[in-house]
């Protein structure tokens, strides 16, 4: 189907503002790769001459898909498909998700995966009494063929009945056990990475990158996860929206 058909046939579908389904149906179009990173879209007059809708409304569409960090636009020379990958800092989403939305393919390849007593550092971050059981995640993690960045993940043991449930994704492991984190602290700092880390991502030694500690925590209050990710400095922005005070 080409991008036109799609668009039209959305266009044609459901009820609600226009702007929401031409939005809508232009995610769906990125989602399915039907646009792929780094397309340009086409102008918006055609846009909104070929759909029938005022410029007004294409620009609503697109000004929201530029908020959610699916689109860029660039002065004087249109309007793309993100190739970097913008995340939101104030959703608590999983990798797999947020490759999702893009149209990507999460997948990971282990570097470890093992049980063992908790370290008396995980035991502070995690809360849990010294001789607790923990699983330790380490893999790295691909958006299609291409490494966007290490994640280390320790989890304490009663949040999963058993390690082998983690598979594709760790957050859909902790949701089936009812233990997906539903608050999030998390810090960022800006690293270089040593030649091991950047052989693992396949960049060069010394490349930036960015550090990010997540620690994610049930709705009772207790701690579920500490993740160390370390993501490729050239293939994230992070975004975040920030109301002024009240
Ligand atoms: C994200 C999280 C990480 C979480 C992982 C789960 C950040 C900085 N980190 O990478 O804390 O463990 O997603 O992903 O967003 P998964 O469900 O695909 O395994």
């Known amino acids: ?45 055609d846009l909104a001459s070929d759909f029938g809708v005022s410029r007004i409304t294409v620009r609503k569409a697109l000004d929201g898909l530029v908020g959610e960090g699916l689109l860029t636009r660039r002065q004087g020379a249109g309007t793309f498909v993100a190739d970097r990958v913008e995340k939101q800092f ?9 490759m999702a939305t893009r149209g990507r393919v999460a997948r990971s390849v282990w570097l470890n995966r093992s049980e063992g007593g908790v370290t008396p550092d995980e035991s502070l971050t995690l809360g849990l009494s010294p001789g607790s059981r923990v699983y330790r995640f380490g893999r790295i993690r691909y958006a299609d063929d291409m490494p966007m960045a290490l994640e280390y993940s320790t989890i304490p043991g009663f949040a999963l009945p058993r390690i082998e449930l983690v598979e594709a994704s760790l957050y859909a492991a902790l949701e089936a056990a009812r233990n997906r984190p539903v608050r999030a602290l998390q810090r960022l700092r800006a690293v270089l990475f040593d030649s091991e880390q950047a052989a693992l991502l396949e960049i060069e030694p010394g490349a930036p990158g960015l550090f990010i500690e997540r620690r994610g925590f ?17 293939a994230y922005d992070f975004v975040a929206e920030l109301n002024a005070l009240a």
């Open 218 to 234: 049930a709705e009772d209050g207790r701690a579920i996860e500490v993740t160390h990710s370390w993501y490729r400095g050239d």
């Open 90 to 98: 104030s959703k608590l989403t999983s990798f797999t998700e947020d």
């Open 1 to 45: 189907m080409s991008l036109a058909e799609h668009i039209s046939s959305a266009m044609g579908q459901g009820s609600g503002p226009l702007y929401q389904k031409l939005q809508d149906a232009l995610r769906r179009a990125i989602e399915s790769q039907l646009l792929k990173p780094l397309d340009a879209l086409p102008a918006e007059r």
